[in-house]
Structures are given as C-alpha cells and as structure tokens.
C-alpha cells in the first residue's frame, strides 16, 4: 500500500506583505447593477480579464460541439404552465446530501478562480457560505485546502480530487481535505487523456501561470485586471501556481517553482474508486458519468452521488449533453443515490428542467466564475440570486411550491 506523503502546506500560503494592498478589493455596484442575468454576467467578465485567462473557462474543446449541445439540450426541452394553483408560499430551498440548501445547486469545481479575481477560490467560498449553498474546491486551485476552508466560516464545503499517477500523492490531498474538514468527496473520472483546446496555445496560456510574449500583451491590455488581480498574487504568493500540488519530484506536468506532477488519468479504474471509498468517511461522488452502465456500478461500489458532466463541454469534443442522458441513468438507479447534473446551467429554468428529468440537484461552475471575475464575493453571491430568482418565477408557473413538487409533468421533451 502506498505510505502518506506529508507536504509543508504552511510555505503554500505565506503571510501578506504591506504591499498585497496594492489593489484593494471592492465590488463592482455599477458594473453588477447592469448585469440582469448570467449572460450579462459573461460578457462583463470577459470583457475585464484577459483573453486567455477568459477563454480557458469559457470555451470547450476541438470544434466545441459538446459546449453548444449542452445549450441546446435545455433549450430543446419546453415547460408547461400549471394554471389556478395557489404558489404564494413557494420556496427554492432544498436538502442536498440530507442537508439543508437555499436551492438544489452546489458551485463545481473551477481551478481557474484564482486568476479571475484575486484570492478567487476564496471569494467563492465566502459567497457559498453566505448564499447557503456548497463550494466545491477544485485539487488545480490558487489557494490552499485549508485556506479555503478557513474562508468558508464552517459551512458546506467539498473536494474534487484529480487523481494522479503518484497515487500516494493524491490519497495526502484526500486526508487534507478531510482534516479541514471538506464534507463530501467528487472523483472527476472523465478526464482519462488531456483535452484538445488549441485557443490556449493561439492565446499563450498555460496553468500553471508562465510568462510569454502573448501572455504579457494580453495582460497589458487588461488593467484593471493587471492591478487588481495580477498584482496583488504577484506580491503575496508570486507568480500564480497550482497551491495543493507538491513541491519535489514527480514527472508529468511541471507546477513551478516545484515539484512535476503526473496530471495523466489513463490509469484510474474502479480499484482507485474503492481505495478511496474506504478512506474517505463521508459522502463521495464521481463526476463525468454518461453511461447507464456506469451508474449502477456506481451504486455497487456503495457511492452516494453521481454527477452526469460532459465537463462543460471542455473535454471530448462530441459528448453527449448531460440533460439527455439523465433519464436513461435515472431510470437505472433509481433513488438508490443521488443523480447530480452538471454542464449548461446558465438559468434558473435550467435547475428546474433538470430536477423534472429526474436530477436531485446540480453542479454550475460558470455562472459564480463570471460573477467572481466581475466582483469577487459579490460577484458570485450576485450570480446566485439571478439564479435563484429565476428558478423562483419558474416555479410560479408551473404551479410548484416546492422543489419536491417539481416533476416530468413540467416538461415537454420532443420525442426522437
């Protein structure tokens, strides 16, 4: 069996100096007073950070038509108006995982958030916290596991775990995460090769952080970003780096100054999911599942969750939308675990469409990572009320009081 590695996680955050002040963090009133739903939220983030920063969240993969199908799976699926019902007590809030939520949706995992606003990851724990919903921490983020569970003020937080080939390395993460004290437990299993996105070598980005003659225009182009974001990392932690990753040794994917890292997953199977099982002693998911198949093993294995992702649209190029395999998966498991959709959601009408097909609640990443861009914390606690508020009047039209009432009489699903 492999023996715990123990990493220094006291040299992944050193103490601020005077100058982190540089650019003091201050939300965007005017910027978030124009931004009415979370394609304004979009557009305002893309138009304030750098475009590769932007593009390397934003965009999917090859010719990008998993990213457009996971549109067009919810704008496909239509919803029928409940009429003569009294909705006036109507409520969004929800029990995830046997506890209670302000809605049935937790953020996903973005490893990106620290470059999109300062301290990001931070941000978004803080408005998760605020907002009543879970945080999910990506393991490629800016900030370390247990800052970001500091930040969290105890609320509701879980851990997504790339697993590495160093397969020690990742189990040391795991009991992190744990002794923070991260809830519940997301295995990502659809990332078995590296994605094809081209638009990060046109544009010269790469994470870890390096610079480069693309990289350093686009940036110039950019100050509020520059000033606001890039420099106040650059003065408290130096160029930005991937905060969980180890320091020494490894091969693979280079996480500087540091430690190399094999990042490849074409070597997990169900063994690693069961090591894991066994060692984590709360809630665990996994997080890419497409296949019916793959879902009973999941029950099998004595899983809690599964998350049926396409990874939005960011890893195989032609995969199917999340929203149109969840009734074959459902119709598989049952209630035997919790079905969890992610990849798309950009509407409160989504989460309801979702949860009438059969979800118990969803996964969004981009709709917080836009707000956070914009306006740190408020930013994201924005993102979330243009969320919930619209999934609110969704409720009031189809005559439903509550989460539990939402049900396939709500839809209409155009037939093959």
Same mark, same amino acid.
């Given at each position: !069996?492999?023996?715990? /590695?123990?990493? @220094?996680?006291?040299?992944? &955050?050193? %103490? +601020?100096?005077? =100058?982190?002040?540089? #650019?003091?963090?201050?939300?965007?009133?005017?910027?978030?007073?124009?931004?009415?739903?979370?394609?304004?939220?979009?557009?305002?983030?893309?138009?304030?950070?750098?475009?590769?920063?932007?593009?390397?969240?934003?965009?999917?993969?090859?010719?990008?038509?998993?990213?457009?199908?996971?549109?067009?799976?919810?704008?496909?699926?239509? !919803?029928?108006?409940? /009429?003569?019902? @009294?909705?006036?007590?109507? &409520?969004? %809030? +929800?029990?995830? =995982?046997?506890?209670? #939520?302000?809605?049935?949706?937790?953020?996903?995992?973005?490893?990106?958030?620290?470059?999109?606003?300062?301290?990001?990851?931070?941000?978004?724990?803080?408005?998760?916290?605020?907002?009543?919903?879970?945080?999910?921490?990506?393991?490629?983020?800016?900030?370390?596991?247990?800052?970001?569970?500091?930040?969290?003020?105890?609320?509701?937080?879980?851990?997504?775990?790339?697993?590495?080939?160093?397969?020690?390395?990742?189990? +040391?993460?795991?009991?992190?995460?744990?002794?923070?004290?991260?809830?519940?437990?997301?295995?990502?299993?659809?990332?078995?090769?590296?994605?094809?996105?081209?638009?990060?070598?046109?544009?010269?980005?790469?994470?870890?952080?390096?610079?480069?003659?693309?990289?350093?225009?686009?940036?110039?182009?950019?100050?509020?970003?520059?000033?606001?974001?890039?420099?106040?990392?650059?003065?408290?932690?130096?160029?930005?780096?991937?905060?969980?990753?180890?320091?020494?040794?490894?091969?693979?994917?280079?996480?500087?100054?540091?430690?190399?890292?094999?990042?490849?997953?074409?070597?997990?199977?169900?063994?690693?999911?069961?090591?894991?099982?066994?060692?984590?002693?709360?809630?665990?998911?996994?997080?890419?599942?497409?296949?019916?198949?793959?879902?009973?093993?999941?029950?099998?294995?004595?899983?809690?969750?599964?998350?049926?992702?396409?990874?939005?649209?960011?890893?195989?190029?032609?995969?199917?939308?999340?929203?149109?395999?969840?009734?074959?998966?459902?119709?598989?498991?049952?209630?035997?675990?919790?079905?969890?959709?992610?990849?798309?959601?950009?509407?409160?009408?989504?989460?309801?469409?979702?949860?009438?097909?059969?979800?118990?609640?969803?996964?969004?990443?981009?709709?917080?990572?836009?707000?956070?861009?914009?306006?740190?914390?408020?930013?994201?606690?924005?993102?979330?009320?243009?969320?919930?508020?619209?999934?609110?009047?969704?409720?009031?039209?189809?005559?439903?009081?509550?989460?539990?009432?939402?049900?396939?009489?709500?839809?209409?699903?155009?037939?093959?």
């Amino acid at each position: !069996m492999n023996q715990p /590695v123990v990493i @220094d996680t006291k040299t992944a &955050t050193p %103490a +601020a100096p005077p =100058l982190a002040a540089i #650019a003091p963090q201050k939300a965007q009133a005017g910027v978030l007073s124009r931004c009415h739903n979370i394609a304004d939220l979009r557009e305002a983030s893309r138009r304030r950070l750098p475009k590769g920063v932007f593009e390397f969240f934003d965009r999917g993969s090859e010719d990008e038509i998993a990213l457009r199908g996971n549109r067009e799976a919810f704008h496909n699926v239509k !919803m029928r108006n409940k /009429v003569l019902v @009294d909705v006036s007590e109507r &409520t969004t %809030a +929800a029990t995830l =995982l046997g506890k209670p #939520a302000t809605m049935p949706l937790a953020i996903a995992p973005t490893g990106v958030a620290g470059v999109c606003w300062f301290e990001g990851e931070l941000a978004l724990a803080r408005a998760a916290a605020k907002f009543g919903v879970p945080f999910t921490l990506a393991t490629p983020s800016l900030s370390t596991i247990e800052s970001v569970a500091e930040a969290g003020q105890g609320a509701r937080q879980w851990f997504q775990l790339y697993m590495w080939r160093e397969r020690d390395l990742s189990h +040391a993460l795991v009991r992190r995460a744990q002794d923070a004290g991260f809830e519940t437990l997301i295995l990502t299993v659809d990332t078995a090769v590296p994605p094809v996105r081209e638009y990060n070598r046109r544009n010269g980005f790469s994470m870890p952080f390096t610079m480069n003659p693309k990289a350093l225009v686009d940036m110039s182009l950019h100050p509020h970003w520059l000033f606001q974001t890039m420099a106040p990392h650059y003065f408290k932690y130096g160029m930005p780096r991937l905060a969980n990753f180890p320091k020494d040794g490894g091969s693979g994917v280079a996480n500087k100054p540091g430690r190399i890292v094999n990042q490849r997953g074409d070597n997990l199977t169900w063994e690693d999911v069961k090591f894991l099982r066994d060692m984590w002693k709360g809630p665990m998911m996994i997080k890419g599942v497409h296949l019916a198949e793959d879902a009973a093993r999941a029950v099998t294995e004595g899983l809690d969750g599964l998350v049926i992702s396409n990874h939005g649209g960011r890893n195989l190029a032609t995969a199917v939308a999340s929203l149109d395999v969840l009734p074959d998966i459902k119709a598989k498991v049952g209630d035997k675990l919790k079905v969890i959709v992610d990849s798309g959601i950009r509407r409160g009408s989504d989460i309801v469409k979702a949860l009438a097909l059969g979800a118990d609640f969803v996964l969004s990443g981009r709709p917080t990572l836009y707000g956070a861009s914009v306006a740190g914390e408020e930013g994201a606690l924005h993102a979330l009320r243009i969320l919930r508020d619209e999934m609110d009047s969704t409720m009031g039209f189809i005559g439903c009081n509550n989460v539990s009432e939402i049900g396939p009489k709500a839809v209409w699903v155009p037939k093959a």
